[in-house]
């Protein structure tokens, strides 16, 4: 007997805002948010979701809803979901679910997404001090393809992946986040030179209860107000996976998240139709609604035999993939260099970031060449798919890192 | 009639201490290094070269020579090569130096290589806090294949490239190496705690006499210790190419490099067997002696008409690649993930750095657990065709960085 | 504005009949049979589609099915589909229609298909004379994946493509084919002794009215017995395109198909989930139902500027087509080798059918030894993404085919 | 310690004639052909190797001498290689012989090949019918790509490749091609109508003492005459290997050839810089002189346990491939297709060598429409990467054939 249908576990409509969909969505990370569904190990299920800012960016050729866009609700996340085994016993803490990605995509009748730089006063991004403002591009979506009437000329497929994927963290490891994050915005970079010539960006975005969603709990409940106080913005991945916007996570691949909480509680969302190495621009893939259909296992104790801790703690680990085989083939690689040296002639130690953002800063210059403004090839490079590599980070005092552009995205017009 | 076989004008005797090679070799960048041989645009020739330490490291079981080695020799070059067109007339200052790379491959008679850890009193590398002390892995080739009796059960193919190519700096550009990497040695992250917990290795490499050749020029003479009191170190790759390490530049592939002085005085050097992205164990790549046939064409006026400088002054450019078409088939990936929390939880902001160690570390536990050492895996990672990704760089705080490992490295035993 | 979702021109209830379809389907070609639908150049349209069985096969573990199977009523196609420009004039003979595969997958809620040797008696196959006997494999689909109950330890991902996809022939064109293949049929090959060693199969399928649908035009009256009797059956590729199996004809393809009767009439059925080159067990693909999307355009003139008569006239020509760039990476292959030496030991004259017979078999052989039954092997090859290979045609009198298989569709297991 | 440096068993000296080379080469094959030298089990050994016309084809603009070369004496072959194992037993009649082709290229200084078509009065080809007269491109090689002075604008990276690898028959395995062969000369297709529309070349090529070279064996002795009467021509491919012209049996290959001989007696020549599948224009591929560094294991027993007869006797067997990991990424293809019915318009049935006839053709027209002539197409697609692919073999009565020719060999001028 064939198999059932994926079983729908998480329906959105796109007609209704986010707090009418059906399951209620969450925007943090929190031990007690409860699950909305129940999924087995073995079946597969489908989960639909609303793009990382639940509508509030819309398809037309104005960037004002993005200089104004309310980042203190994103993103938008459905979930979570309990995970049980066949025999209807919970995933536990120390086990490891392992989430196979068999098929995803836009959601039906919504077949567009958008890329955004933010502005500098909201949001900003990597290279925020060279490209402070808001601006936008449309994206609409032809099968595998697609293309932007904000930068002609360019058409390519995606790789279609969810920028974000996670478990619910435990109370314990949930501290640990709010402390580092807490360190570092009292204490951290924002005093430094070279910090101040890269960003000035917030540090970290640390828990508040403006904009915050928690699902099933009730707005302005006690018990929301201790929540939003303590649960985690979805801003960065951790330990939990997250928002690891890895960008060959498409169809056919498997991630062995951590498991912190009874029931995993999964959560997923920031559905991205493409993106770059890096998703420079910040809101950078081109963002959309969309489907997933999953197939989830647990196993056993897996977190204590296959990860290893990496610090203090033995929370302190990270989430393992296998990307799958599907991909588009690219025959000519374009690259550009950044060495640890930046815009001011200052020298940084071995610091690939700052030899990140030469080279993106580099490709930038070079396309801007051909027709395009800086701003559209700044777009193009966070949602198209280049490679970002750290090709070099020992030979002090110079990380060499590249990004590598094909040219195929050039000149694939239908 | 068919083109003549490529002219070799760089010949090595593997046979000959460097300091006997017919053509002298050099460990310095700097513009009055005098050419030791010229070539015409369109010719393609051939350029023999002897291994970073010119034979330093030994087919031996032992890492005492990778402990004691004398690392003020390195890297050993081939060159300055004096470009000139068709017509005599030399590149000139503001060109572009198009070099293909047409083919390239070990020595033969010398088809090994050698993969190192090095101390942490000499050389270290990007986790010389986890993995101290000097180790050494041994290379044989097979063809395209190479495997080593100290990683048993790993056989992979090469893509073979030289880590370091580059154009001579012009005494401007070279002044303001000095002092950017001076101001780094003097007022640079030495004091901040972040930067000791990462390494203890020296920030930068500042010019010195000790081990200097400077090819023509004679040892000793007082023009000898000018220039050695002035020119670059080869360690870090710069606005001239340089140690970029680009483990995808392989047969096919094309540079464009700025030209600074005239005749462009190419050298190359540093072969690499294999790498992985990031080379992280830095002499990580499989080292080896090699040669390289290339073709060089002139884009007269380039550099001013295809870089953009990315500094304060017009010197501050970089190389731009396009990558050959010739690359081993993988098919499956495992990938592993950091992000910018250190090892002993301490948050960093946004630090592609922190994020590729701890993907890295994450990798080594995960290998390590079916049967190597820490060391055989680090050495392994530093070699193998595995990519490292810069996959988020704006989520603040953390950067995500990936590692990805073709699998088929561990089951292609011949 | 983002453009509309796909237009559902064709819609398929898969509760009900091929008969009870609210447009109905038609099994052959034949210039007069109506278009159903018409479509616009540049808009993206949806077409859904039966199985070519139209649901003859069951999702079972019997072949009773299999043996039985009426085929005078396969393929069943959707379409006619009439194509007109922006300004609502209809292709002419003589344009070209480039027809791009934008999306394309199972139907929802049907997601599984069969593989089927067929019954010596009853269709036969590529090596009927070795297995004669009806036999069925069921896939289910995960995703990008398809397994089998009755092959265990193999999945893979598919390459999903339309088997047929046509425009209508001209009258001239029907009575060509007619025409040609009643002469194979009546002096053809069948008094040959290689052809009997070969095959006991059907030499061409003529037209008949058994079986034959004909879309809007009433079953039964004169008119549908006159048509009946001239149309052409789908069995073959021919100069319309047709049956032309092409496994790589996924998203992202384009198709270049010759205009024959105004409005192109363009037709298409036959959805494969994946198929091997050569679809050598005949029902050898996973077949299935399933949904396609797509975009024409119309490049006027184009049959006569593009495509160059290869016979007697004008109508004598065949598709161009782009291969789509997503497909699965494979890294390893295992090649079988067939010559033009038969079975019994004959030699034929570089004939590459019999060499690629050969080649399978050697495939099937070698691979029983791991456990499967020649059977399982067979269908196995059938419909995954093995490459069938002309290697050489000219080394008198041996042609030399190659089956190559990729070795990790017997690894893949989730 | 490193392994040593590949020992050269066969020697070529360029600049002498075939017989004063010292180690004689041979053009037929028999079993009692004396080895030239012998190698053990797991040493990596070199073979050099003239071009299959051993220098007949000049490097020049004129095409006499492919109109006048005399074919009784080709394909020269490097061998016979006795093989034995480490404890210096040989290869035994029923094992398998494993042979890796670890690298491989030109010949050092004859960096050059040629691709021809012959004269249907000499050679003839795949479409002598339709380009009966005798036409030449040279090649030249820079590194990986070749490019032609007889058709410009085309470029295009090379998978090397020996054409010809075999072991020597056995007497019975001889005789039993002499059998099969003489019969098709004798009562074969000559008499069909098919066969004389297709083809006007010799059915089969059988022994002849005209030029024939034995290796050691004296030339026109007593024994020489004897076997060179029943030597076979190294024309086709066989049960032994042979002419197989795998167009990816490149770098990393794998080749199990059975052992029909004490010893194995491999040969190997006709060395490829690249290849089309079918090779179609006869003297289709890039031949040039060569190189090939092997390693040889041998499999005890291994063509009873891994290779199933396909014929009256154990000996009908074919050897097995695994085609190497290295290999010219290709993004986009254009695809021509054939179908089974000849210019003529006549049906033929299932016929994939006349299906293919026409995707050649149709691909031959269509590139001619862009400046091409359409010789110098003919010449292109027997040698650039293309792939010949049976698409439908069981549709009857049209086997569909795909041509697919990668574009980027179009733009990749250096």
Chains 1, 2, 3, 4 share one sequence.
Not at 52 to 76: E, F, M, P, R
Not at 148 to 174: C, M, N, Q
Not at 180 to 209: D, F, I, M
Not at 301 to 307: F, I, S
Request: some cysteine; proline content about 8%.
């Amino acid at each position: 007997m064939a198999p059932p249908t994926p079983r729908l576990v998480i329906p959105i409509d796109l007609k209704k805002k986010p707090w009418q969909q059906k399951l209620p969505l969450h925007n943090r990370w929190h031990p007690e948010i409860p699950p909305v569904t129940e999924i087995k190990t073995g079946e597969m299920f489908r989960i639909e979701m609303v793009d990382w800012t639940a509508g509030s960016i819309q398809d037309n050729n104005s960037a004002i809803d993005v200089k104004t866009v309310d980042l203190s609700t994103v993103h938008y996340l459905s979930g979570p979901i309990r995970v049980v085994d066949t025999d209807g016993n919970p995933a536990e803490p120390g086990d490891l679910l392992a989430v196979e990605i068999c098929n995803l995509g836009p959601l039906p009748g919504d077949e567009w997404g958008f890329t955004a730089i933010f502005d500098r006063e909201n949001g900003g991004g990597f290279l925020t001090d060279h490209f402070p403002r808001a601006t936008k591009a449309i994206w609409y979506f032809e099968g595998i393809y697609a293309y932007s009437p904000h930068i002609p000329g360019v058409r390519f497929p995606g790789l279609i992946h969810p920028g974000i994927i996670g478990t619910a963290p435990s109370k314990e490891l949930l501290n640990i986040w709010n402390e580092r994050e807490r360190k570092l915005e009292e204490t951290g970079p924002r005093s430094l030179k070279l910090c101040e010539v890269l960003h000035s960006r917030p540090l970290a975005n640390l828990p508040s209860t403006k904009g915050c969603i928690l699902g099933k709990i009730q707005d302005g409940t006690p018990e929301w107000i201790r929540i939003a106080n303590e649960a985690a913005r979805t801003i960065p991945g951790r330990e939990n996976g997250g928002n690891c916007d890895i960008k060959n996570l498409s169809r056919g691949s498997k991630i062995y998240l951590p498991v912190f909480v009874e029931g995993a509680n999964l959560s997923t969302g920031d559905m991205h139709f493409s993106q770059g190495d890096g998703e420079v621009s910040f809101c950078g893939a081109i963002e959309m609604s969309g489907f997933l259909e999953l197939k989830c296992e647990i196993i056993r104790n897996g977190m204590k035999e296959y990860l290893t801790p990496m610090g203090p703690t033995s929370l302190h680990v990270n989430p393992i993939f296998e990307i799958g085989p599907m991909e588009p083939r690219f025959s000519e690689w374009l690259v550009f260099e950044g060495i640890s040296v930046d815009e001011s002639g200052q020298q940084h130690y071995l610091d690939a970031s700052v030899a990140y953002k030469r080279a993106v800063l580099n490709a930038i210059d070079y396309l801007s060449k051909f027709g395009y403004s800086k701003e559209q090839v700044y777009l193009l490079l966070s949602c198209c798919p280049c490679e970002g590599r750290i090709s070099g980070i020992v030979d002090a005092p110079n990380a060499v890192a590249t990004l590598a552009i094909p040219t195929a995205i050039f000149d694939q017009m239908g």
